[in-house]
């Protein structure tokens, strides 16, 4: 285990939905991310928070929405989803220097599939 | 029309042999890489790490090495098991910008019996 949980670990809702996926990750980091990765295609950063105040964006369409209560926990709100965004999305944590290359610790992910 | 999806490379090995996974890099100004492993199911898994004032790293069973000139970095399994069966892509960071990693697209390991 790398100490960093997801929850819901599957998922598969409608393009109408709406829905959350949570991140909680133990090792004391000050740094989350949030990745899609999908089938054939290399792991996507969607976006970073340092210190719950997010860094990155990376032109990520409005139907994400992040949300980073504490440095321990992050969420990924869904709304009006389309079918291309059917993935694994993926939790990571690290330290938080920013400035300092750190490396980032994984969670096992979210397999979303929407419908 | 639809784009075409990144083909992933496969490596076959039999157990006990040892394995070498390549990756190429583009940005010349990346001087941090990184190895993760990914299994079926699971996140990707860290290995190993290299700073660009290094050629080669070692720990367990595992070796990385850098070739700058080229671009190149390589993982080398020593006595490749079942269990490494996975996923593995690299990651190149560049110098001040320390939480934004470019993924490689990875390679299967399939290890035969």
């Known amino acids: 285990e790398t100490g960093v949980t997801q929850t819901p670990r599957h998922l598969v809702m409608g393009m109408t939905n709406k829905k959350s996926l949570k991140c909680e990750q133990h090792l004391g980091h000050n740094a989350m991310y949030w990745y899609k990765q999908s089938a054939k295609k290399p792991l996507e950063l969607m976006f970073v928070?340092?210190?719950?105040?997010?860094?990155e964006n990376n032109s990520v369409p409005s139907r994400f929405s992040p949300e980073c209560p504490n440095s321990s926990h992050l969420f990924l709100h869904l709304h009006t989803l389309q079918p291309e965004d059917s993935a694994l999305y993926l939790c990571?944590?690290?330290?938080?220097?920013?400035?300092?290359?750190?490396?980032?610790?994984f969670g096992p992910g979210t397999r979303l599939l929407v419908l | 029309g639809e784009s075409v999806g990144l083909h992933l490379p496969t490596l076959s090995v039999q157990e006990g042999d040892n394995s070498i996974i390549n990756c190429a890099y583009s940005?010349?100004?990346?001087?941090?890489f990184i190895w993760y492993k990914q299994e079926s199911g699971k996140g990707p898994q860290f290995i190993i790490d290299?700073?660009?004032?290094?050629d080669k790293r070692q720990g367990q069973r595992v070796t990385v090495l850098l070739n700058k000139t080229v671009k190149h970095l390589s993982l080398q399994i020593a006595a490749t098991q079942p269990g490494d069966s996975a996923v593995y892509f690299c990651?190149?960071?560049?110098?001040?910008?320390?939480?934004?990693?470019?993924f490689g697209p990875g390679t299967r390991l399939s290890v035969l019996p």
């Open positions: 940005n010349s100004a990346s001087d941090y």
């Open positions: 990571a944590s690290s330290r938080g220097q920013g400035y300092v290359q750190e490396t980032q610790y």
């Open positions: 990651a190149e960071n560049e110098e001040g910008d320390g939480q934004n990693f470019v």
């Open positions: 290299i700073r660009s004032n290094m």
């Open positions: 928070y340092n210190f719950k105040e997010q860094t």
